[in-house]
């Protein structure tokens, strides 16, 4: 069985090294894109649980990063997955832009948000992808009809 992975779509490498510590620990292997071009590429070349999506990255490698950027890529991964088949969780500093830009990036299609830095939130990035990765998050339990015999307690 081939181990699960991530997509982590972020242009600053400490950030990344923080979140592939996370998703390790929970058992994920992670691919990295820097750029709205490497991310949808890797997106249509492989089956990823989620992506971890940074707003503000570059269009190609080595430009300038723009919110229009992270916006844009979400828009174009949305075309090549769905929003069951992958959820998608933005990470932004953004947090002050608050409605419009969250409205607008659900219309986009994405699934979840966190802010960054992510000791500042009150969700934690483990949290988070546990909440929004189908095979981490808790199954309900079957219930059964009691059809009669003994009850023991101690």
């Known amino acids: 069985m081939t181990q699960p992975y991530i997509l982590i779509i972020q242009d600053d490498e400490q950030i990344k090294n923080s979140i592939e510590e996370t998703a390790h620990s929970l058992g994920y292997m992670c691919d990295w894109a820097s750029n709205q071009e490497d991310a949808v ?6 089956d990823y649980v989620t992506v971890l999506l940074d707003l503000q990255i570059p269009a190609r490698p080595l430009r300038t ?3 229009d950027y992270g916006c844009n890529c979400l828009e174009h991964i949305r075309k090549i997955k769905d929003k ?3 959820p998608i969780i933005v990470m932004t500093t953004y947090t002050k832009e608050g409605l419009d830009l969250t409205m607008r990036l659900i219309q986009k299609g994405a699934n979840d948000f966190i802010s960054k830095p992510f000791g500042n ?3 934690s990035l483990s949290q988070v992808l546990r909440e929004n990765i189908p095979c981490l998050q808790k199954q309900p339990v079957e219930l059964t009809k ?9």
């Open 41 to 46: 590429s890797l997106v249509g070349q492989k």
């Open 84 to 86: 069951e088949t992958m």
């Open 146 to 154: 009691f059809n009669g015999g003994e009850l023991i307690i101690y």
């Open 65 to 67: 990063a723009s919110i």
């Open 121 to 123: 939130s009150d969700r």
